[in-house]
């Protein structure tokens, strides 16, 4: 029986660590989580914010994933568009599942990230919180 996520994986190119820490901390809010040595001799960094948690690794031939992407659940929506807009990285709306508002945008290396308004309205407000970051994936 599954349990939960513990964490989702994105690849990123090589030497890019500080570019992702400055759009998974300074625009999504997200704090950084130290990995243990053997890890860290890899490179790439990992994220969490709640129960989220997100690691960047390092794919020497890197290509973004356009269409593979974590599902991700947060309190504030509007907030989330607006401070992603602002700092230049587009929300895109989509209605496509009635009674979900939810948008996609795309990290500095082109990873598509949904986020997921967690409203009364959300059919997905009522998921147990280790299922959240899964819903909709």
Partial sequence: MMLGIDHVQLAIPPGSEDEGRRFYIGVLGMEEVPKPPALAARGGVWFKSGQVQLHLGVEADFRPASKAHPAILVADLDGLAS????SGYEPIWDEAIPGVR???AADP???RLEFIGASRDSRLSDIDPVQKISAQS
């Fill in 83 to 86: 401070k992603l807009h602002l």
């Fill in 102 to 104: 939810r948008f996609y």
């Fill in 109 to 111: 290396f082109g990873n």
